[in-house]
């Protein structure tokens, strides 16, 4: 499992050196002469909007965004009364694609999938396995948008469903709600377009139906309140849109 999260990982890393890379212009050189002896001051607390800054990044706008994520996760608490989690599932490895709008800066509001692979629970046998997924929607707040380094947080809502596969005995199934859902991300920003940097987060949710290969979708009996708790990494993409600096109204298509 360690090798299939470094696989993960490492070509997570290469996607985003890549298109950083391709995303880089070429600087021109300063014509020799023309460059002031002192440069102009800027008020005290001004930011600095010039091209070449150091301090300040363009930041997306109206702008198509595609989140790409790996992390380890695992869940806590319980299914139905009398069955933990740990009973079904251990911890285990997921992968995650989102799609979201970025409306401003330092919104965006988008969809997310994830497909997990979990170790099996200590009431599972040893020729079975466990597996998840989970999608919802979500609204994602960045707190320092034209920074190169952007923390933000994610709340939302959505559902989940585990399955267990038995080599012998029917599939099973069970699935209900996700009722809330929080990350803390913490962006690295390696060009206008492209951000990589770590992320943890947990859900509060409830599972409330089950189905088996054998017989039809149930309710569960006494369903209990379960969370799934999360760290690893993502990888963010601006598409389309204008890019802007801090304090002007010029952007950059």
Do not use: C
């Not at 989690?85 to 919104?107: H, K, M």
């Not at 267990?164 to 099973?172: C, E, F, L, Q, R």
Request: hydrophobic share 45%; charged share 15%; glycine share 14%.
């Amino acid at each position: 499992m360690m090798r299939t999260i470094a696989i993960l990982v490492g070509g997570l890393a290469t996607l985003l050196l890549a298109t950083s890379a391709g995303a880089q212009e070429p600087e021109e050189p300063a014509a020799y002469g023309h460059e002031p002896v002192f440069a102009p001051r800027r008020p005290l607390g001004t930011p600095d909007t010039t091209a070449g800054s150091t301090t300040s990044i363009a930041a997306p706008r109206s702008a198509a965004e595609l989140t790409v994520g790996f992390n380890y996760i695992a869940g806590l608490g319980l299914l139905q009364g009398g069955t933990a989690i740990g009973d079904v599932v251990n911890g285990g490895v997921a992968a995650s694609v989102g799609g979201a709008y970025r409306v401003t800066p330092s919104l965006a509001i988008g969809l997310e999938g994830e497909y997990q692979e979990y170790m099996r629970g200590s009431a599972l046998t040893s020729s079975a396995s466990a597996r998840g997924l989970a999608g919802d929607a979500f609204a994602t707040f960045h707190f320092m948008p034209y920074s190169y380094f952007d923390p933000w947080l994610r709340l939302g809502m959505g559902y989940r469903a585990l399955w267990t596969v038995y080599g012998s005995a029917p599939n099973v199934v069970v699935h209900g709600f996700e009722l809330a859902r929080v990350a803390l991300g913490f962006d690295t920003r390696t060009s206008a377009d492209v951000a990589l940097g770590p992320m943890i987060g947990a859900d509060l949710g409830t599972f409330l139906w089950q189905k088996s290969d054998v017989a039809g979708n149930s309710a569960i009996r006494d369903p209990r309140l379960s969370t799934f708790v999360y760290a690893g990494i993502q990888g963010r993409f601006e598409l389309g849109g204008v890019r802007e600096r801090p304090g002007s109204a010029t952007a950059m298509r």
